[in-house]
């Protein structure tokens, strides 16, 4: 069964922590995306990777930074966390642009 | 040009009745409009998707009725079953662009 997994469900970060999120695809996609949910906003992209050491500006990239070093990973870095970044992220990959996504289970960051 | 507007933000159904989730855009360069189901404590599961050059789309209980000229579409639950309970987003996108999603609507279903 093909996977997204992110490494951690739930996070508390104190305010002005640097932060990892990752997540890791095991279905040799191309695309990677990370996506903040938060209530009567949907899904809103932050960035974006078609390709190994590739990465875009989604539409609120401000206040973090991705990495792709490596096809199956795509980590989300917040460079010192506040608290307007508590939210549920998710990650999500597809295989190209022809393909749907497939999303992980979320992580549901608090920074206090 | 580049939204998707959804309504309604939430939804309470009985058990049996038909659910309907709609969504509008401006841009009429997207060619591909995909439904997303999320249950709790998950991340969102492509539930069906359609291509404008086709009005509607039906995969079980689930159908997607699509209006070209008003630039909408909308998502059918038949026979609404308390296991749809859920939150559907409707999403767009042109050509290989990324996917535009909506802002969501709860479901929830009662017996």
């Known amino acids: 069964d093909v996977k997204v997994t992110q490494s951690s469900r739930y996070l508390v970060k104190r305010t002005g922590e640097k932060v990892f999120l990752e997540c890791v695809q095991d279905m040799d996609h191309e695309n990677m995306f990370w996506y903040r949910q938060d209530p009567g906003l949907g899904l809103r992209l932050i960035y974006f990777?078609?390709?190994?050491?590739?990465?875009e500006k989604g539409d609120i990239p401000e206040g973090y930074s991705v990495s792709r070093e490596k096809k199956e990973r795509f980590s989300l870095i917040l460079e010192s966390a506040s608290t307007n970044q508590t939210s549920m992220y998710l990650c999500?990959?597809?295989?190209?642009?022809?393909?749907?996504?497939?999303f992980g289970s979320g992580t549901r960051l608090t920074v206090v | 040009q580049q939204q998707v507007k959804q309504s309604p933000q939430s939804l309470i159904v009985q058990k049996g009745g038909i659910s309907i989730i709609n969504c509008a855009y401006e841009n009429t360069a997207f060619d591909y409009f995909p439904w997303y189901q999320q249950f709790p404590g998950k991340g969102p599961a492509l539930l069906i998707a359609?291509?404008?050059?086709?009005s509607e789309k039906k995969e079980g209980r689930f159908t997607i009725s699509f209006n070209k000229s008003a630039k909408q579409f909308s998502l059918h639950i038949m026979d609404s079953q308390p296991g749809d309970s859920a939150t559907y987003f409707c999403a767009a996108r042109r050509g290989t662009d990324k996917l535009i999603f909506g802002t969501g609507t709860r479901l929830q279903v009662f017996p």
């Open positions: 990777s078609y390709d190994v050491k590739m990465k």
């Open positions: 999500a990959s597809r295989m190209t642009a022809n393909y749907g996504y497939t």
């Open positions: 359609i291509r404008p050059d086709v």
